[in-house]
């Protein structure tokens, strides 16, 4: 029987983004809140985002702040974030480590902040940490084939299979290179939503929670 390899794609797959992005907001607002005695400002950051809007700006134009939006920004990307995988998630990566399934990441996104959420979802529990790729820190991001090979070369001969979401870049070099490719469907929180696209950016499956992988995997 030949050797399964399985790696996901991290953001709005092993967790949803928009926890990110809330954790982030309620850092912001705790220190605003803080250091200038503002109230209320992580509902109307949450307001602003649910409108499209730049949501920074409009914290400073709103109370009246004029904090640089660099300082913003990198308190989102560096925070350590509040968030966690999904029951059937945390369920199916048990499963796979007790089968001895190799597992691993390739997400796309700055070191520090995906490491940061890699360390808060302690998937260290199911995965070694020089399986889990970010662009940023491997010098490619997605489509590019080349972190898809690195699984390759490492493990050699076996079946590859990659679990991600965004419809846009996660399938196109798995596809290329012969992997199964398996879409976890938008559940209406996804960021980056799932639209029509051509035949090879498609995913071969698609799955509604993560207990659809154990028809294929387990």
Same mark, same amino acid.
């Given at each position: &029987?030949?050797?399964?390899?399985? *790696?996901?794609?991290?953001?709005? +797959?092993?967790?949803? $983004? =928009?926890?990110?992005?809330?954790?982030?907001? &309620?850092? =912001?607002?705790?220190? /605003?809140?803080? #250091?200038?005695?503002?109230?209320?400002?992580?509902?109307? &950051?949450?307001?602003?985002?649910?409108?499209?809007?730049?949501?920074?700006?409009? #914290?400073?134009? !709103?109370? $009246?702040?004029?904090?640089?939006?660099?300082?913003?920004?990198?308190?989102?990307?560096?925070?350590?974030?509040?968030?966690?995988? @999904?029951?059937?998630? !945390?369920? +199916?990566?048990?499963?796979?480590? $007790?089968?001895?399934?190799?597992?691993? %990441? =390739?997400?796309?996104?700055?070191?520090?902040?995906?490491?940061?959420? =890699?360390?808060?979802?302690?998937?260290?529990?199911?995965? @070694?940490? $020089?399986?889990? %790729? %970010?662009?940023?820190?491997?010098?490619?991001?997605?489509?590019?084939? !080349?972190?898809?090979?690195?699984?390759?070369?490492?493990?050699?001969?076996?079946?590859?299979?990659? *679990?991600?979401?965004?419809?846009?870049?996660?399938?196109?070099?798995?596809?290329?290179?012969?992997?199964? +490719? *398996?879409?976890?469907?938008?559940?209406?929180?996804? %960021?980056?939503?799932?639209?029509?696209?051509?035949?090879?950016?498609?995913?071969?499956? !698609? /799955? *509604?929670?993560?207990?659809?992988?154990?028809?294929? /995997?387990?």
């Amino acid at each position: &029987m030949r050797k399964k390899i399985v *790696i996901f794609d991290l953001d709005d +797959t092993l967790y949803k $983004e =928009i926890d990110f992005v809330k954790s982030a907001y &309620m850092e =912001i607002a705790l220190w /605003i809140g803080n #250091v200038y005695g503002k109230k209320g400002v992580y509902e109307y &950051m949450l307001y602003c985002y649910e409108q499209k809007l730049n949501v920074f700006l409009c #914290v400073n134009s !709103e109370y $009246e702040l004029d904090i640089p939006l660099v300082t913003y920004l990198k308190k989102y990307r560096e925070h350590f974030p509040t968030i966690f995988l @999904s029951n059937d998630a !945390e369920y +199916t990566l048990k499963r796979m480590r $007790e089968a001895n399934i190799p597992l691993g %990441i =390739i997400t796309d996104g700055r070191s520090v902040t995906q490491s940061n959420k =890699i360390k808060a979802l302690r998937l260290d529990r199911y995965m @070694s940490w $020089e399986n889990c %790729i %970010i662009s940023e820190a491997f010098g490619y991001s997605k489509p590019s084939t !080349e972190a898809f090979g690195y699984f390759q070369n490492k493990y050699g001969d076996a079946d590859y299979y990659y *679990i991600g979401d965004n419809v846009l870049k996660d399938f196109i070099a798995p596809n290329q290179l012969g992997w199964t +490719t *398996i879409c976890l469907l938008d559940d209406g929180r996804n %960021i980056h939503k799932q639209v029509s696209v051509s035949d090879k950016m498609k995913p071969q499956y !698609e /799955i *509604i929670n993560f207990h659809g992988l154990e028809n294929f /995997i387990l």
